[in-house]
């Protein structure tokens, strides 16, 4: 958790606060290192940490899938700027698709979502049907 807490690559910081998570980062994955060798030997104090850092860059391209996702939902009219989900994002203009997936799928799925939209555009706002319950 604390490695997660101290990761800090996708935030605009000062050099100060990104000196101090780099030294806690450090200290998190040292102290870690000497709990594992004295426990479960290097090698498998090594495979836990990996499996880690797999796991955080897990959570983080779930985080980056999420806002991403809520943006498309918001350009096909789903929701809107007000709504609470998508104010709990933080929204930048810019969708972040630097992984080399992102960078070959995403675009070529927002063109096909944006034809599909141009084709069938929503109806207006007063004709949406709302279920009542």
Known sequence: ????????????????????ADRYREEIISELTAR???SVGVEQGTIRIGQLY????????CEMNMKWEYEVYRML?????KTFMYSM???????????????????????????EQARNPPPPPFVRLRVIP
């Open 54 to 61: 797999r796991l955080l860059q897990g959570i983080k391209k």
């Open 77 to 81: 009219n789903v929701f809107d700027e």
């Open 89 to 115: 994002q933080l929204h930048r203009a810019d969708i972040e698709l630097h992984r080399a997936d992102n960078i070959i799928f995403r675009p070529l799925f927002l063109v096909i979502i944006l034809i």
């Open 36 to 38: 594992y060798k004295e």
């Open 1 to 20: 958790m604390a490695i997660a807490f101290w990761s800090v690559e996708n935030v605009e910081l000062s050099e100060i606060l990104l000196a101090l």
